[in-house]
């Protein structure tokens, strides 16, 4: 059952089961402007307001990032996306799903009376101190119903700076290293929503903006970007019009919009030579990237000639630091997984599940700071594919995704294995994460 939490705490210590009022989510308008008419929308507003703003302040106290409301027949399954893992938040009647499915789209500022194509809003919201983007997508599916989608990112947690997510000081100088050459395109790699537009200006903001002039043509998403030029675009002219003028006042870096189709690869290809560029793109990861590269250039040597490296990265849970559990490795497990037994006396794993201790006759409480998962929050790993003349040959040579790895790994370049296994050493995440993480990939 859900759509307690606006309403009905959970008792307190002693277990009582008393109502306590909790501060529901507030509304502040559709992002696109367009006003709630509360006036012609008032029986849906008595129906499912109240609903929808349950439920999206569970999922935020849930650390959920996305919602997802599936009709299936006469019910509709509600699930939550916690850091990276789906979690199910129960069934409700099939209409009640479709009246809050068209209360969110009308806070949203989108057409509630439009099913058949699918359709992308967003609202203002806070909840507490902090302020939320709230995105509103909508998916038709057959027998006149939708899917709802909602993502939560919360304006208040800016992860723009490298250490923020984690790099370290040798990852941020090889990237400095790689994209100081004033030549050669930079691309961070990722789907999307995995973390690869933080990557992207965590690199950027990992430059040395001192020294080093650098220049956007992009989108930035309000950031602020210290020491970083908004270059000074006209919205008529082509994008190989603006590199050139933009190439005129000599800066050592340009950021560019996202790329996603070859038309715009060729044209940012072609200024190759004459400035370091950054972008992202959507690609599995690093390697799959460089291919994608070559793959849209039509030209391995030009796409081995213009590019200067290429990151990606993946996100794992973090373990719950009030819940956690120490243990002794086995030493030979340690060696198998590349750790130091006399480096390494001590790993982590997850607490075992409160309903698990009980089981056993062990009574213990649920952590509350974790929702007793044993995870809070989410750190990056990252992978770092350097332009050397061995990487260089292989892209120009029209190497697959898998001989690539291999090549980064054989020139001992940063892989996410590697990376992950600090996190493992220093308690922040456990095994049993990491083999969640890659099993999946």
Request: hydrophobic share 40%.
């Amino acid at each position: 059952m859900i759509f307690k939490f606006g309403r009905k705490g959970a008792g307190n210590a002693a277990g009582n089961d008393e109502e306590v009022e909790v501060e529901l989510i507030r509304f502040q308008g559709a992002t696109n402007g367009v006003p709630l008419d509360v006036e012609a929308n008032q029986k849906l507003v008595r129906i499912a307001f109240e609903p929808i703003k349950e439920l999206f302040t569970d999922a935020i106290s849930r650390g959920a990032e996305t919602i997802r409301i599936d009709p299936k027949g006469e019910r509709a399954t509600i699930g939550f996306l916690v850091d990276g893992v789906p979690m199910p938040a129960g069934r409700i009647p099939r209409q009640r799903a479709h009246a809050m499915t068209q209360m969110a789209k009308i806070l949203a500022g989108i057409d509630a009376s439009q099913r058949s194509q699918p359709q992308t809003g967003g609202i203002k919201a806070s909840l507490g101190a902090d302020e939320f983007e709230v995105l509103v997508h909508t998916q038709p599916l057959q027998g006149g119903v939708e899917r709802l989608l909602v993502y939560f990112r919360n304006l208040d947690e800016t992860l723009d700076r490298p250490e923020e997510i984690g790099m370290t000081q040798e990852l941020r100088t090889r990237i400095r290293e790689a994209t100081g050459q004033r030549q050669g395109l930079f691309i961070a790699c990722g789907p999307s929503r995995t973390g690869v537009t933080t990557t992207l200006y965590a690199c950027l903001r990992g430059l040395d903006a001192y020294l080093r002039d650098i220049q956007t043509i992009g989108d930035v998403g309000g950031r602020e970007l210290i020491n970083i030029s908004v270059f000074e675009t006209n919205a008529e002219d082509p994008l190989e019009e603006t590199l050139k003028r933009c190439i005129r006042v000599e800066p050592d870096v340009i950021l560019l919009d996202p790329i996603s189709d070859p038309d715009v690869a060729r044209v940012v290809a072609a200024f190759h030579d004459k400035c370091t560029m950054i972008t992202e793109i959507s690609a599995k990861d690093a390697a799959a990237g460089l291919l994608q590269w070559a793959e849209w250039l039509g030209d391995p040597g030009l796409a081995a000639a213009s590019l200067c490296g290429a990151i990606s990265q993946k996100l794992i849970r973090r373990l719950c630091a009030e819940c956690k559990e120490a243990y002794k490795p086995n030493p030979s497990m340690l060696r198998k997984i590349g750790l130091d037994p006399d480096e390494t006396q001590v790993l982590y794993r997850k607490a075992r599940p409160a309903s698990e201790m009980l089981e056993r006759g062990e009574e213990i409480e649920p952590c509350s700071i974790c929702n007793d998962t044993g995870y809070t929050g989410r750190v990056a790993i990252f992978e770092l594919i350097e332009m050397n003349d061995a990487i260089r040959g292989l892209v120009a040579s029209g190497a697959d995704t898998a001989a690539l790895r291999a090549g980064a790994r054989s020139e001992d370049m940063l892989t996410l294995q590697k990376d992950a296994m600090r996190h493992i050493s220093d308690g922040t995440t456990s095994l049993e994460e990491l083999q969640r993480v890659f099993k999946n990939a």
